[in-house]
């Protein structure tokens, strides 16, 4: 085709100005356009351009987790040097193609394969206006902007395929370099289909012929493409740095956010319907059905195939074949083959990229747009042979192009939000942003809890998310028990240990900044991390080693640390902390010793100057023994100190009420002996802290760090370990009911039931008084419910602003709920309730601390029995309810027991040391009751989980053929609704224990649990488990019991899909069993003498991302050379070439046994400070006087690098990438030479691209 004719095309035009009209936001003004992982960049940042770089000091410093990118960022970078704005560069490289080139692309190739300009039309239109596009290019407008390029050559291909050539091989090269530079990972899919259409493309002439010559010609554009990316290929690939994209590209968990119970991906993959399309906003995560109409769609793409004509072309079945190939993709984990995606997960290189199958859509809706093309194409032609007229046709086609031209409505008037909406940078961000570039020296800003799409950042001024530093570098610093980290109180913890200014220091964090709450331009990411900015805030305003300072800003919060530290620094003795203990316990010893902060590492290294070891570390792992612990280590060698610390905070915190005296105590977890003799001092047994007097018949209440615990009379509980306490109060309960005949031995309250949920007019409810079931006097309450819902209740005077004590026991024979509501008369009528399922035939008592509205002279408390499944009626009985006043008793004092870490007598003569702890309680054993299902089911019949409606499909059994502890498993079966079962078990507030059990789907059906505690405020934990493949899968969680809870629930789920799939879900040897308490109560502490001698200087010379050069002024004492950048193997240290000092090597000596050895001896190479790089070196002797002129006491002066070795790969294979592209612009010059000379010859004018 002549290239008069294509660019002479109106309906091309026609294509692209449709699209320009739907996405015109992004053609008529120059705002700025950013929305999910597009970030906001400055002009200077962009314009900082530089050779391609392996490792990004970018978070915490790392290897450079997207290299395919460097393209388009050094093309970024040039146009911000000419002038462009963020905006407008955005645009030029993103934007505009997607819309221009996708439009152009795909209107050719249907055109092309139909031979119809009205299947182009709508082929375009189906490609650029489908669901999964426009939310592709809501999302990251690199992945969309690829995939746009994609028709384009693919249309390229088919040309090649008519008439090989090299300059045609060469053309086809230009826009899959293109798709690789933007995202390699279409680039990687695109392969597929491209090795297809090989098979497809070859005929009869080239096999016998042309076949080798074909065949280079036709892979050379994957080849050049492949070369033009050596300059990170080869340095990933081939020079290891491939563990680099772990977790930031590859080998993440597999994604299944935003995938509703009722959703099934093959159904959205098959009609081409993103899940949280809507027809308005897009929001994440949101689901949504899918309009019956857009079945259609794929029923009229594989209709071409009922057609012989199409059928019998090659290339109608090629696109075909890809569709059905996208659709496997596409459809996940859901059946069938529900586990074929898992294992090309796992086993197909290059797959582990693509953590979610979004990626892969556009296999789907590009031949769905050339399938029904051609199907249009081939009806037109019908019709112009037969000599009908076309209106039907164009009837038919202008029905299909309606729902796509619909999509476009809320991308036109902006109603879809995302990207299609300008933003407005707060003025805030711009004020930082100069008070940023005003300090030209190294340092980084962390972002609590992350970064603002607006924050600064460039390569001597990183930015750190606090939430992506918790779950990379800094995790191992992380408490257990605090992983997950959407609890804004999990988040803040890092920066309240006792290391936390030597973490922030050594890292050169300067600044702590709490980003705005700006849900006007989308980025209130706060939502994720429990909506409450001023959390943040006033977390950061409490702590000692931060100081807020005034730059400008209105809201941004700022902080500084004063004691950051620069991008390299020297230290004079670290101490190393043992990883298995905790932590911030053994650092806060450590530095207590050394009276002061001092770096810290993990590593075993064998020249600290303070070396804690935990004792008994070892005796917290999950399922081992519930025995004694022995632990043998060496003596003290020459040069060191031997200690013994006690940590007495470790201790469990006590209290009893007898006799009106509340007594604090405090309990030894277990004895420590030494060589078979009780140590002094760590001999067991409790303490007595402190006692409070309280009235002889009061009850109390006790609040430690927001949790109530109540405290009856000759009662005693536990408040868990002291170091977890904080705050503690107490109060007092008189006694003095409130409620007028709380024991119903007077009788009802109410004359008849109450109906509490009259949906409609067929109650059937019952209300007695209870004389074989009571717990205060011979009657109870008893409510039966079986449609609607029982209640009864009772007015009593109250005084407002007011805490009271609500109590009540409570009892179900069938297991229905209890339940409860208390309201005010205040003017907000204030109200409390709670609703709970009962576990057991017992009685049990429920205690809660009520708090009296302000205004409220009066009281309501109704108590409520439930309905269940409107068959059976559920029995609730209440008796002896209690509302009496609470009164402050005081502070209680436990600092009596003195310092924390408290010196054990031990000598340190003789052999090896022996140690033996005996816990006082037992520890491991499992307290819940049947959990390998060997005595049956815990429930009787299978519970509704999620009775939505009145038609579950549910089961539950015993499974003989699948176990793993037994004979038996429970198998939970759920088509429609939620199977659920529960057992209930005793626990110990404040106590740590491991949850443990195995689970297993024969289907991928999902998994699920939710532990539930009795401790008032609702406390729980859970999730869902997605089923990896067939096989048994293990679940381990370390729990904290919350304080004042005495019984947990455990409920087992199997979850619905698509209401016509038996899922089946099975669970086998469930544990939940006490932690040891032996870890961290006792500390070996290894003193090295002389340790912290000497001083160093430092000075940064010459700092490039893989290299920095220092100038180094030292005494012959070793040192620490610490680079404020994430640990990697790949960095080195080595000695610079400056003049007199050149021979430094025969002055820094290896030290044997650290990790990370340097080749050459050139120092040991460890993790310091959380994971930040560092070099044990040992200057040796200075240089004798007629070397420098000094004397024996004269500093060394010398010169050190430090490199990142894999950089040298990239040198390499950025030659490789230019002689690639050298050698392809001289083809292209050379086939353009040739044409030119031909045209001269012929005496043409124009261009003729035959």
């Given at each position: 085709m002549k290239s008069e004719r294509t660019w002479s095309d109106p309906v091309l035009y026609l294509a692209i100005l449709i699209n320009i009209a739907v996405y015109h936001v992004w053609f008529t003004n120059t705002g700025i356009l950013?929305?999910?992982?597009?970030?906001?960049?400055?002009?200077?940042?962009?314009?900082?351009?530089?050779?391609?770089?392996?490792w990004s000091s970018m978070g915490l410093g790392g290897i450079t987790g997207i290299?395919?990118?460097?393209?388009?960022?050094?093309?970024?970078?040039?146009?911000?040097?000419?002038?462009?704005?963020?905006?407008?560069?955005?645009?030029?490289?993103?934007?505009?193609?997607?819309?221009?080139?996708?439009?152009?692309?795909?209107?050719?190739?249907?055109?092309?394969?139909?031979?119809?300009?009205?299947?182009?039309?709508?082929?375009?239109?189906?490609?650029?206006?489908?669901?999964?596009?426009?939310?592709?290019?809501?999302?990251?407008?690199?992945?969309?902007?690829?995939?746009?390029?994609?028709?384009?050559?693919?249309y390229l291909f088919v040309l090649f395929s008519e008439k090989p050539s090299i300059w045609m091989a060469l053309a086809c090269s230009l826009p899959l370099f293109i798709i690789s530079c933007l995202e390699f990972r279409i680039f990687y899919v695109c392969l597929l289909p491209l090795l297809l259409f090989y098979f497809f493309s070859l005929h009869e002439g080239l096999r016998r012929k042309r076949l080798p010559e074909y065949t280079f010609l036709f892979f050379l554009p994957v080849a050049v493409?492949?070369?033009?990316?050596?300059?990170?290929?080869?340095?990933?690939?081939?020079?290891?740095?491939?563990?680099?994209?772990?977790?930031?590209?590859?080998?993440?968990?597999?994604?299944t956010g935003g995938i509703g119970p009722t959703t099934n991906l093959l159904h959205n993959a098959y009609a081409i319907f993103h899940p949280i399309w809507s027809g308005g906003e897009l929001v994440l995560f949101s689901?949504?059905?899918?309009?019956?109409?857009?079945?259609?769609?794929?029923?009229?793409?594989?209709?071409?195939?009922?057609?012989?004509?199409?059928?019998?072309?090659?290339?109608?079945?090629?696109?075909?074949?890809?569709?059905?190939?996208?659709?496997?993709?596409?459809?996940?984990?859901?059946?069938?083959?529900?586990?074929?995606?898992?294992?090309?997960?796992?086993?197909?290189?290059?797959?582990?990229?693509?953590?979610?199958?979004?990626?892969?859509?556009?296999?789907?809706?590009?031949?769905?747009?050339?399938?029904?093309?051609?199907?249009?194409?081939?009806?037109?032609?019908?019709?112009?042979?037969?000599?009908?007229?076309?209106?039907?046709?164009?009837?038919?086609t202008a029905l299909i192009a309606l729902p796509f031209l619909v999509n476009a409505i809320p991308v036109a008037t902006q109603s879809a939000g995302t990207i299609f909406v300008r933003r407005e940078i707060p003025k805030d961000y711009v004020v930082l942003r100069d008070f940023i570039l005003d300090q030209p020296e190294f340092f980084r800003t962390l972002w609590v809890p992350t970064y603002s799409r607006w924050a600064y950042r460039d390569e001597s001024h990183p930015f750190v998310s606090c939430v992506d530093a918790l779950a990379g570098g800094w995790s191992n610093l992380q408490e257990r028990g605090f992983e997950d980290l959407t609890i804004p109180e999990n988040i803040v913890a890092i920066l309240e240990q006792s290391f936390s200014l030597e973490l922030l220091s050594s890292s050169s964090i300067k600044y702590v900044i709490v980003p705005l709450q700006d849900a006007r331009n989308d980025d209130d990411f706060f939502i994720h991390y429990g909506g409450d900015r001023e959390f943040f805030v006033e977390q950061l305003d409490g702590l000692e080693y931060l100081e807020r300072i005034d730059i400008g800003t209105e809201d941004l919060a700022v902080y500084v640390n004063g004691a950051y530290d620069p991008a390299v620094f020297a230290a004079h003795g670290i101490c190393r902390l043992d990883p298995e203990g905790d932590i911030d316990a053994q650092y806060s010893l450590a530095s207590s010793l050394r009276g002061g902060d001092l770096p810290f590492t993990t590593d075993e290294v064998p020249f600290a100057a303070i070396d804690v070891e935990d004792l008994l570390a070892g005796a917290a792992a999950p399922g081992g023994s519930s025995g004694d612990a022995g632990v043998e280590t060496a003596p003290a060698d020459t040069g060191e100190t031997l200690s013994l610390y006690a940590d007495r905070s470790r201790g469990e915190l006590r209290c009893s009420l007898a006799g009106g005296t509340a007594t604090f105590w405090r309990v030894d977890p277990g004895a420590l002996f030494l060589n078979g003799q009780p140590l002094p001092g760590a001999a067991g047994g409790r303490e007595v802290l402190c006692t409070m007097q309280v009235g002889p018949e009061d009850d109390c209440w006790l609040e430690?760090?927001?949790?109530?615990?109540?405290?009856?009379?000759?009662?005693?509980?536990?408040?868990?370990?002291?170091?977890?306490?904080?705050?503690?109060?107490?109060?007092?309960?008189?006694?003095?009911?409130?409620?007028?005949?709380?024991?119903?031995?007077?009788?009802?309250?109410?004359?008849?039931?109450?109906?509490?949920?009259?949906?409609?007019?067929?109650?059937?409810?019952?209300?007695?008084?209870?004389?074989?079931?009571?717990?205060?006097?011979?009657?109870?309450?008893?409510?039966?419910?079986?449609?609607?819902?029982?209640?009864?209740?009772?007015?009593?005077?109250?005084?407002?602003?007011?805490?009271?004590?609500?109590?009540?026991?409570?009892?179900?024979?069938?297991?229905?709920?209890?339940?409860?509501?208390?309201?005010?008369?205040?003017?907000?009528?204030?109200?409390?309730?709670?609703?709970?399922?009962?576990?057991?035939?017992?009685?049990?008592?429920?205690?809660?601390?009520?708090?009296?509205?302000?205004?409220?002279?009066?009281?309501t408390l109704y108590l409520y029995s439930y309905e269940s499944d409107g068959a059976t009626a559920m029995v609730t009985r209440y008796d002896d309810v209690e509302l009496e006043a609470i009164d402050f008793a005081g502070c209680p004092d436990l600092a009596v027991y003195g310092d924390r870490f408290v010196p054990l007598p031990l000598e340190t003569r003789g052999g090896s040391l022996a140690f033996e702890f005996k816990p006082a309680a037992a520890s491991g054993v499992n307290i819940v009751p049947n959990g390998s299902f060997e005595e049956g089911l815990w429930t009787e019949e299978v519970l509704d989980g999620y009775a939505y409606d009145e038609r579950p499909q549910l089961d539950m059994s015993l499974s003989g053929e699948e176990s793993t502890a037994g004979r038996y498993a429970l198998q939970l079966e759920a088509t429609r609704h939620i199977a659920r079962t529960f057992v209930d078990f005793p626990v110990e507030g404040g106590g740590d224990y491991y949850l443990s059990f195995d689970y297993q789907s024969p289907n991928g059906a999902e998994a699920g649990y939710l532990l539930e505690f009795d401790d008032g405020a609702g406390t729980s934990t859970g999730g869902r488990l997605p089923a990896a493949g067939t096989s048994w899968q293990h679940l381990q969680q370390r729990v904290e019991v919350p304080l004042g809870a005495t019984s947990a629930v455990l409920s087992l789920f199997c979850y619905e899909s698509d209401g016509r799939t038996n899922n089946i879900a099975r669970y086998d040897h469930v544990e939940f069993s006490r932690v040891s308490e032996g870890p961290g109560l006792y500390y070996l502490v290894r003193t090295a003498d002389g340790g912290f001698?000497?001083?160093?200087?430092?000075?940064?010379?010459?700092?490039?991302?893989?290299?920095?050069t220092v100038q180094v002024g030292s005494s012959s004492d070793p040192f620490v050379l610490v680079m404020s950048q994430q640990y990697d193997e790949g960095w080195r240290l080595r000695a610079g070439k400056d003049g007199k000092n050149a021979s430094l090597e025969g002055r820094i000596s290896n030290v044997v046994g650290a990790r990370g050895e340097d080749e050459g001896g050139q120092g040991v190479h460890f993790s310091i400070d959380g994971g930040v790089n560092a070099w044990y070196v040992l200057p040796g002797e200075p240089p004798s006087a007629s070397t420098d002129g000094g004397g024996a006491d004269a500093p060394l002066d010398f010169t050190l690098v430090m490199e990142f070795y894999p950089q040298r790969q990239a040198k390499w294979g950025s030659l490789i990438t230019l002689l690639t592209f050298l050698a392809v612009l001289v083809l292209a010059l050379a086939g353009l030479a040739l044409k030119l000379r031909a045209q001269v010859r012929k005496g043409r004018s124009g261009w003729d691209t035959r």
């Open positions: 950013t929305h999910g992982d597009m970030f906001y960049k400055f002009t200077e940042q962009l314009s900082q351009v530089t050779t391609f770089q392996t290299p395919s990118a460097y393209s388009y960022s050094l093309l970024s970078g040039l146009l911000a040097k000419a002038g462009f704005s963020y905006a407008l560069i955005s645009r030029v490289i993103f934007f505009w193609p997607l819309v221009i080139v996708g439009s152009l692309g795909s209107y050719l190739l249907v055109k092309k394969l139909s031979g119809s300009r009205v299947g182009g039309l709508l082929g375009s239109i189906i490609f650029s206006l489908n669901t999964f596009f426009i939310v592709s290019s809501s999302a990251y407008a690199p992945i969309a902007t690829a995939i746009a390029w994609f028709p384009l050559t693919l493409t492949i070369l033009l990316n050596s300059y990170w290929l080869v340095p990933y690939y081939l020079g290891g740095l491939e563990k680099g994209l772990q977790g930031i590209i590859v080998g993440r968990d597999l994604f689901v949504h059905p899918i309009p019956i109409y857009w079945f259609l769609i794929p029923l009229l793409a594989f209709s071409t195939l009922l057609f012989n004509k199409l059928r019998q072309d090659g290339r109608v079945l090629f696109f075909a074949l890809v569709a059905l190939f996208g659709i496997f993709l596409t459809k996940f984990y859901f059946p069938p083959f529900s586990g074929a995606y898992q294992w090309l997960y796992d086993h197909f290189p290059g797959f582990n990229a693509f953590r979610e199958p979004g990626k892969f859509t556009f296999l789907i809706y590009l031949p769905y747009a050339v399938l029904i093309g051609c199907l249009v194409g081939h009806l037109l032609q019908r019709a112009g042979r037969r000599g009908w007229k076309p209106a039907a046709v164009l009837i038919l430690a760090d927001g949790a109530w615990i109540y405290l009856g009379r000759d009662e005693e509980v536990s408040l868990g370990r002291i170091d977890r306490i904080s705050t503690l109060l107490l109060y007092r309960v008189p006694p003095g009911n409130l409620i007028p005949n709380g024991s119903f031995e007077e009788g009802l309250w109410t004359e008849e039931v109450l109906d509490c949920y009259a949906y409609d007019e067929r109650p059937q409810l019952d209300m007695s008084l209870s004389g074989e079931e009571s717990t205060a006097g011979r009657y109870a309450l008893q409510l039966e419910a079986t449609r609607h819902i029982a209640g009864t209740y009772t007015d009593f005077p109250v005084e407002g602003n007011r805490d009271y004590s609500l109590s009540f026991d409570y009892q179900s024979p069938n297991g229905a709920e209890a339940g409860y509501y208390l309201e005010f008369d205040d003017d907000a009528k204030t109200a409390a309730s709670a609703r709970w399922l009962t576990v057991s035939e017992a009685w049990r008592r429920y205690q809660h601390r009520v708090t009296v509205p302000r205004g409220a002279s009066t009281a001698a000497g001083s160093t200087s430092v000075e940064v010379t010459d700092s490039r991302p893989t290299e920095k």
